[in-house]
């Protein structure tokens, strides 16, 4: 036991103390940059309200509180919904982002959808290609137009052409296959997404944040290069920053970080 003051505090209750600290650490990095950030700095007020109103004694006052308090669970679900559902997805996945690819067929895979967006950036056609993994995003595939085909820079290239049907949506990447395409993804209302992108960068960072998944971003004003992965959005990539990324996401060969070619992180967190 180690005497602090009057009390006397032994392993486990260190233990405790750093395990406690842990946890609430990791639930502030959770929530925060959020809207529910807010909504938990609300309810604490209205907790320290009940108390204050408890020791001066105003029974009427604390009763409707503490009613107010007793729905709180309720309330809690429901405010901090797109937390939850963001947390059980990163709960029932592995938490890295393992090989999404098979061996077999993935390196020609990754040229070619890197040869699609070479093309697509040098005539500002603007793109959202996703890779995931072999079981994931079912829901927005039979949402989508099926293609199961061979991932093609030819076939890319024409579904994100402006005249036609299917360039407003993404396409998504399972196995090596093209299984979908004109898929729409769900859109990102993180406040601490910069105002500079636009909707496919939100939705890019809106699946980001549900599921374990890589976005592959071409800018239809700019031309500019993103990549959403692992809940923050990396811009203005070179075709060599985005071959070298994708490989090392994908758990392809090349293994060099893209940290010393200057590609600019917006630091916006998915969650």
Known sequence: MIPIGFLEIGLRDLLEIVLIATILYYLYRWIRGTYAIQAAIG????????VIVSVLGFTTLSFMLRSLLDVGILALFIIFQ???????YNLGQNTRFDRFLATTGSDTAIDEVVDAVRSLAQTKTGALIVFAKSSSLQDLVDAGVRLDSEVSSELLQTIFQKDTA??????IIRNNRIVAAGCYLP??????IATKFGTRHRAALGINETNNVLVVVVSE??????????GELKSGLSIQELRILIKESLGGEETATIGGFGANSTGVAAG
């Open 166 to 171: 299917l360039h407003d949506g993404a396409v």
């Open 82 to 88: 797109p937390e939850i559902r963001k947390l059980l």
């Open 43 to 50: 309810l604490l007020f209205i907790i320290l309200i009940n």
């Open 221 to 230: 004003e700019t031309g500019r290069i993103s990549v959403a992965v692992r």
């Open 187 to 192: 859109i990102s209302q993180n406040p601490r």
